[in-house]
């Protein structure tokens, strides 16, 4: 076992290595220098010359040692990366900052909806053919085809600002649970329709194999069936869905955030976006590739844990 | 006597009788005869100042009424012809994304899944690089960088193209979008290139490229169709947030630059143009939802009743 | 014949199933009994509605689809088909178990056998775990497997096939029931492994005193093993009488193609004898008796290919459904 993972961790390397390649290549060598516009438009030239050493931009891109793309892999490896362009703080503090936030609404989010879709699949699936199944199936499409986009708007209008159930937006001295309900309510619902669908479609897969005829004649009831046998073959392509969808965690819900305040690491991008400012970009697109390469691995070992036949050689 | 039917024309009978399918199918051909309708026009020069959407057609933020049935804008412009324009942005965008995503996910899948090796190392940790990249990030990232810059195709004779908001955004998904088609490829053509015909198309001589092209790519085909029929959804709401986020296109209405304008109108009581946007997103979405399923259900092989 | 003897008896069992172009006839009144440690052989190709007979038995019909139309079926003194859902429970892997054909997809993967088989004892006999963990053991030695003790942890893609399928029996007969249904036992396996789990369903019988409804389209299985014999036909019993008579003396026209139809050990044959044409679909049965296209006398006989012969008594408990069966 410890040499499988010793190998998966190798096998990392590349993988890291490919996509500090793919953001340089996009921030450096697409996009480039930009210290005159972060300098501002009155700034005078030694500002600009000053800013552009910062970057590093006024080194040459690869060949040298002392070339960009090589002090690229240094900082991004040991998470220096610099400054913001728009007010020049450190970026890793305020993606620290950012981090408890964004997984105050992600977390209670991710749960709630994977304990509620999976219970409704399970249930859905026990019904499978009836009259309950086909609806629940045309609910599902039907919310998968609402755009994410108009779920906040009218959330947030009707809920909040209209029936004043939740408030409408985060200040910062008020406690922070009270902001997050309304979002996270949001957040499940809009997500509902895919993931019931998929796990739906999961169980039923799982349904159709012989073991469950051989359950049933053993004499056990629907309930152990599916939550039993079901269930645990039906974890295994669970827990991809569910282990890779958790570095999505920590990058907050892009959308969300931005419309009801919240301050979080994806405000942190959307802000950043809207600054143009690749260097907050360029750290976020590293640290989710960085965790997602992490939580692969840990898939990989999740899965042996539930599935007996698979082994490590 | 039992007729022989070829897998296509049971697929195509499984669909037709499926009529929820078959009125998707009447509202996505509606879609994109309007929007064929307006490039049509264009190109012809013909006269559709009748849809100009840029023209004030009544006053600021009228709500729906005989005149103007889903209202104005804050310019006075008519939310109708803007949701018209919208769908033209969204479904070029959603195409030709498509077109680019599949254009690079073919090959390189076949490529890898045929000849192993080095080709499919190499491919592989492409994909696997990529999609470890969280996808939003990924397309805001090319969005982002896109942005203002011009190809230099001049080597090709096609001039210089200059990116702007539709290409950017349709270029940013096709180029971070086809990992999912090339995955799927690639496994199919790993899983048939063992199969006997294959052998046996060896055995006579073929070529690789023949194999692949007359042989692999047929029996994959229907995978390809699947796969843009359901990822097409995704790439529209995929626009309407770059749009929304205001990476899209600037000089013709969108429907994320609608429901962007919303955002601010809708706590002062202005519902017409956001519910305009989100009904005309919901309705193709829903429609692409429903047929692409049902495209899938009859092309899939494991579903067939015997 | 409602004979002291009689464990199980069916009558007049018809299963359909609803499909697009209307229901399929899959069983259409079917009628045997079973007696207390017999092996009864329900033998037929496939499609012909021998396996959906079983599944009726069980109750384990799949219910969107597929409806138990009509019939009766007794078991010690209850209607199976008038039992409430809890108490068809009870009878299922207790009194009634069933064994299928495919032993590795019949096996839950992630869980070990040990844990399988110990569930039912868990279930009907309501022995703590410990208790079940250790009779597991013990019927684990009954079907022959060697190193129980080990054996318990492992998991059904570590065994080979014929081990997988005395798993499935160990099972079945955890909870000692009177009736066993062997759903084709043998026809996933090689040939010599199907001998032993024969002989092992042989020596459980009589050591568990329990009656084995043994379904296969292999008559060769049947030869040796079985006491009664039916023989289906596109959803019908076409003969029905003890297994030597069947051997000695078939009656109806298909069992004698069956039986010719075998390859004959130490002669010459130029070619294996065959029944012409196939096996009708459920939904397009042909008019009249159901054989009569691939039958040698009926295919031309007016009456074969109109009117449905009824199963009647042609010499002493030996039946038969056809209008030219005869002593």
Known sequence: MIAYIIRRLLYTIPIIFGVLLVTFILFNVVSGDVSDQIAGKAASAETIAEIRAEYGWDKPLFLSWDSQFINHLKNSLTFDFGRSWSDREPIIDKIKQGALPSLSLTIPMFIGELIISISLALIVAFFRGTIIDILSVFICVVLMSVPFLSFILFGQYFLAFKWGLFPVYFWPDLPLPQYVALPILIGIVAGLGGNLRFYRTVMLDELRNDYVRTAFAKGLGTGTVLFRHVLKNAMIPIITQVVLAIPFLFLGSLLLERFFGIPGLGYLMIDAIAARDFQIINAMTFIGAILFVVFNLITDICYSIVDPRVSFE | MIKGRSYWADSLRQLRKHTLAMYSLGIIVVYILVVMFIYLANWTKTDVSFLDWNQQVGKEYEKPNKQNILGTDFLGRSVLRKTIYGARVSLTIAFWASIISILIGVPLGAAAGYFRGFIDDIVVWIYTTLSSIPYILLILAFALVLRGKTLNLNSLGLGTISLSGISTVYLAIGLTSWVDICRLIRAEVMKHKQREYILAALSYGCSNSRIIFRHLIPNVFHLIIISFSLRFVGFIQAEVILSFLGLGEKNSPSWGAMIDAARLDLPKGYWWEMTAATAAIFLISLALNIFGDALRDSLDPKLKVQ | ?327
């Open chain 3, 1 to 327: 014949m409602a004979e002291n003897n009689t464990l199980l008896s069916v009558r007049n069992l018809s299963t359909f199933f609803d499909t697009e172009q209307g229901p399929a006839k899959a069983v259409q009144n079917v009628s045997f009994d079973i007696k207390s440690a017999e092996t009864f052989a329900l033998v037929g190709e496939s499609g012909c509605g021998k396996s959906v007979t079983a599944l009726s038995i069980m109750r384990l019909i799949p219910h969107p689809q597929g409806r138990i139309v009509s019939g009766k079926i007794s078991f010690k003194n209850h209607n199976i088909l008038e039992l409430t859902e809890k108490r068809m429970r009870t009878i299922r892997g207790n009194k009634i178990a069933m064994i299928f054909q495919e032993p590795m997809t019949s096996l839950n993967p992630v869980f070990s056998i040990g844990f399988q088989i110990a569930e039912a004892i868990r279930l009907h006999q309501r022995k703590k775990s410990s208790r079940a963990w250790s009779m597991t053991e013990e019927i684990l030695e009954k079907v022959h497997i060697p190193d129980a003790g080990r054996r318990l942890y492992e998991y059904p893609h570590q065994l080979s096939g014929g081990m997988r399928q005395r798993v499935m029996i160990a099972m079945a007969i955890s909870c000692k029931p009177s009736l066993l249904i062997a759903d084709e036992p043998t026809t996933a396996l090689d040939v010599t492994i199907q001998a032993q789990i024969l002989d092992l369903l042989d020596e459980l019988q009589k050591s568990e005193n329990m009656s084995i409804l043994l379904i296969t389209h292999d008559l060769g299985v049947v030869a040796q093993r079985a006491d009664n014999v039916a023989v289906m036909y596109a959803s019908k019993i076409a003969e029905q009488c003890s297994c030597n008579e069947l051997f000695k003396n078939p009656l109806h026209p298909y069992t004698q193609g069956l039986l010719n139809s075998r390859p004959q050990l130490g002669t010459r044959q130029n070619r294996l004898n065959t029944i012409a044409g196939n096996v009708p679909e459920p939904l397009n049965f042909p008019s009249g008796c159901k054989f009569h296209p691939r039958c040698p006398i009926g295919y031309n006989d007016k009456r074969c290919q109109t009117v449905e012969p009824e199963l009647r008594e042609v010499s002493p408990n030996h039946y038969a459904a056809c209008w030219y069966a005869k002593k």
